[in-house]
């Protein structure tokens, strides 16, 4: 009789829980051994690969729930040419943020971008036309009055941070800088395109200090241009074409179409088991899953997170940014062909359609008949989660409201991905909230045990962009090569975190009279 171990039969529990076949690594099959597993061939996957093969370290594996690399640099085939040729847009990362000066730094992605001729387009936001319920109306002076308030909030941030003052969120810091849109709904729209379309949360919910620092560090750095991406091969064209620097074609280390369902780890290693019913031993692990993916314990570690670690990953927040394409008939475009963005104040609802872009303009895709509106954060979800034709309604009525009923005739074509509920992604990029500090965010950042994160998520200064999650993929793979060669020191973080407000200051001076110490029982 054979017997089996307790460690096999916690993985027998562990594949049966999450139905695989193969259910004992070591049995029916034995699990690839390999120094590095890397979870996600996004940008810090593939980057955190390139590092570790720069410092010739070349066994690794690349674990990736899709059918190419890219994450959620992802785009798709949409309505078709007067050839009946597809055309390709982008459904999540689609410009280049913060490009760089002549001969001065340049944002990575811009370099990487140029270097595999990856077409783009400058965004003129000064291209912009704004309309109402009534139609078109003239109110981008208010963009103006938006740009003056901001002006003292970024001055007012770079005080707080300098002088270790209390942070506050992005709306309490608008309001003391003059600017309270209330019920003006023309301001808050105008807010909506100044704010929450770049960061895919309200003012209320993000951090005036590393918003403020999440904007300078790309737009100050390097230049305040962005370019839309166009490229028929799709934006992840360079991330491939970096890939094919170090994998070859058919590379037995990418291993595609992969879901991985629970990850094991402690001080010596970590084993990855997938949905297949294949395994993986690393001695190391990269994990860039998504915040939204690791908040939903879309995959399961055992044992369970610290706590310092789950506190890092559940106060951080993901944001949803949903694109929502359109295609008319090229000879019935009825928005004008020379402008880039139109915006749209709801009379009711903050951030209902508000922002479209038309990409049949010059130097986008001309003659396409395409034009797409973005929603973010709340109304994400709420039109995530209904059919299509319940949107496409309400689009088209927003659209007839802005230029007139007799003028917006039915879409050829239809259709926006729902990033909320992808389980590979459970959402778009990351947004720093109003209350979290620092040492919160390294937390989510460290590294426990054997296994390493990276992604746009762990980046401090470049969080929610393309380039942080480069920077972060580049330093993790640097850091684990250096622990394959013996120098290991691992990532800080910190085991509790205190508050700035010392027991002594609950007192009757600063109203408190009942001790919610005692009557709780603390």
């Known amino acids: 009789m054979r017997v089996i171990s307790s460690a096999s039969l916690l993985s027998l529990a562990l594949w049966l829980r999450f139905g695989l076949t193969n259910p004992i690594p070591g049995t029916e099959q034995t699990c690839h051994k390999t120094k590095v597993a890397i979870l996600g061939a996004g940008v810090a996957g593939i980057t955190a690969a390139q590092a570790l093969s720069n410092q010739s370290i070349n066994d690794f594996i690349i674990v990736e729930y899709n059918s190419e690399i890219g994450g959620r640099m992802k785009h798709t085939t949409f309505g078709q ?44 936001y000064s291209s912009i036309a704004t309309f109402d319920e009534t139609g078109a109306h003239d109110y981008t002076d208010l963009i103006d009055e938006f740009n003056n308030a901001y002006s003292i909030l970024e001055q007012d941030a770079g005080t707080i941070l300098l002088n270790n003052l209390q942070d506050r969120s992005v709306r309490a810091g608008l309001s003391l800088s003059g600017w309270k ?40 750095q390097w230049s305040d241009a962005n370019n839309f991406v166009t490229d028929q091969r799709g934006f992840n064209t360079w991330l491939e074409g970096e890939a094919s620097t170090f994998l070859a074609k ?25 949905k297949d019913g294949s395994c993986i031993e690393a001695d190391y692990t990269i994990c860039t899953f998504s915040v939204g993916v690791l908040q939903q314990d879309a995959v ?39 402008t880039q963005y139109f915006l749209y104040a709801d009379p009711d609802t903050r951030g209902y359609y508000p922002v479209w872009q038309s990409l049949d303009t010059p130097g986008f895709l001309e003659g396409s008949g395409i034009i797409f509106v973005t929603v973010v954060h709340d109304e994400s979800y709420r039109v995530e989660q209904q059919n299509d034709d319940v949107t496409k309604h309400e689009v088209l009525a927003v659209l007839r409201d802005m230029f007139g009923a007799d003028q917006v005739p039915e879409p050829i074509t239809f259709m926006y991905p ?87 200051e609950y007192s009757v001076q600063n109203g408190w009279t009942v001790s919610s110490f005692q009557t709780n029982g603390f």
């Not at 003006?184 to 951090?207: F, G, H, I, N, T």
């Not at 590379?251 to 179409?257: E, Q």
């Open 81 to 124: 040419d007067a050839n009946g040729e597809p055309f390709t847009v982008e459904l999540g990362a689609n410009w280049v943020q913060g490009l760089g000066t002549p001969g001065g730094p340049q944002n990575p992605i811009w370099t990487l971008v140029q270097k595999y001729g990856v077409n783009s387009t400058y965004s003129n």
């Open 181 to 220: 849109p209330r019920k003006d709904m023309r301001k808050q729209a105008v807010e909506w395109w100044e704010w929450d379309w770049e960061y895919a949360y309200e003012p209320e919910l993000s951090s005036q200090v590393f918003g403020i620092v999440n904007y300078n560090t790309s737009f100050y």
């Open 250 to 274: 058919n590379d037995s280390r990418l291993w595609l179409n992969t879901i991985v369902t629970n990850v094991t780890y402690d001080d010596n290693g970590v084993t990855v088991y997938n």
């Open 300 to 338: 399961d570690f055992q044992p369970p997170f610290p706590e310092w670690k789950r506190e890092g990953i559940e106060t951080f927040e993901m944001g949803t940014y949903t694109k929502i394409f359109l295609q008319f008939p090229p000879d019935q475009v009825f928005w004008d062909k020379s």
């Open 418 to 504: 729902r990033w909320s509920l992808e389980p590979w992604a459970y959402g778009s990029y990351s947004n720093w909230p109003q209350g979290v500090t620092l040492e919160m965010h390294q937390n989510l950042r460290a590294n426990v045990g054997r296994l390493y994160f990276a992604g746009e998520a762990t980046s401090t200064e470049y969080y929610g962009f393309l380039q942080g999650a480069w920077f972060e993929g580049q330093l993790v793979g640097t850091e684990i090569a250096s622990c394959i060669k013996g120098n290991c020191t691992g990532e800080t973080h910190y085991e509790r975190l205190h508050g700035s407000t010392p027991p002594s």
